[in-house]
């Protein structure tokens, strides 16, 4: 049973690279945390541990998702359509390679259809805040990131992002640079709106320091109701950022 005094808190995408951090850093802080993990597939919960607190759902089908959003007080949304490459590309040849989705797993299907189950259920069982990851590059309707697949990845984003802006439910909006694997917790974040970090050097983060953010964002009044870019300096620039009320105090948009 949750203990009283922890959050109980479900990570959407949890078998994903950014989704399985979140997930670890929620069970190694048990004195404030009760970890729920969704993934598509057995195979996915085998990857991050097994354990009972893992359910198997798809985001397409809301009634799959309802026995692992009862009762849970915050949920983290990183469930992302992944493009796939088209085989046959020789990197030798130059040229660029081609990219497809999966059928059924299209951005329209998982990004906004998928994340908009995952807000209505959520609404439905009374959550008390929606911390949704999204990506940079969404003001840019000729983003280059759209043209994959042709799967218009950024603007189906985009439109979950305004639904769940316009769900009544406290939410905080991450909408993060160029991902990295790296180290968390040694650099200094930076936060922008509509974009304006893309253009600048500092357009990228690493996926470990996304995960903090999310997790921070549970814990203070600063980070509801906010939208923003994120983004972080060059380790060894800067001082790497502890103090995330502050960081979250001096955002001021709210899409």
Same mark, same amino acid.
Request: glycine letters at 10%; proline letters at 4%.
């Given at each position: ?49 097994? &354990? =009972? ?5 798809? @985001?397409?089908?809301?009634?799959? !998702?309802?026995?692992?959003?009862? $009762? *849970? ?91 769940? &802006? =316009? ?5 905080? @909006?991450?909408?993060?640079?160029? !991902?990295?694997?790296?180290?968390? $917790? *040694? ?69």
């Amino acid at each position: 049973m949750a203990d009283l005094n922890t959050s109980t808190v479900l990570v959407t995408g949890a078998g994903g690279r950014t989704g399985s951090i979140v997930y670890k850093k929620l069970k190694e802080r048990s004195e404030n945390y009760t970890a729920r993990g969704l993934v598509r597939t057995e195979e996915s919960k085998q990857k991050i541990g097994g &354990a =009972d607190d893992v359910y198997i759902g798809d @985001i397409r089908n809301t009634e799959s !998702l309802i026995p692992a959003i009862q $009762g *849970i007080d915050a949920l983290v949304i990183l469930t992302s359509a992944v493009p796939k490459m088209k085989p046959g590309f020789d990197p030798t040849k130059g040229g660029r390679p081609e990219f497809y989705f999966e059928d059924g797993a299209n951005p329209e299907q998982v990004d906004w259809i998928g994340q908009k189950n995952q807000i209505d259920a959520a609404k439905a069982a009374g959550v008390k805040q929606i911390v949704l990851v999204g990506s940079m590059g969404g003001t840019n309707p000729n983003h280059p990131l759209n043209s994959l697949g042709n799967g218009n990845i950024l603007i189906w984003k985009r439109k979950a992002e305004q639904y769940l &802006a =316009d769900s009544g439910i406290p939410y905080t @909006i991450i909408r993060a640079g160029g !991902l990295q694997d790296k180290e968390g $917790g *040694i650099r200094e974040l930076l936060v922008g709106k509509d974009d304006e970090l893309l253009e600048t050097d500092t357009k990228t983060v690493a996926r470990a320091d996304v995960a903090e953010v999310c997790i921070q964002a549970l814990q203070y009044e600063e980070a509801k109701f906010k939208a923003f870019d994120l983004a972080s300096k060059p380790e060894g620039t800067g001082t790497p950022t502890k103090d995330f009320k502050t960081l979250f105090a001096q955002i001021a948009t709210r899409f």
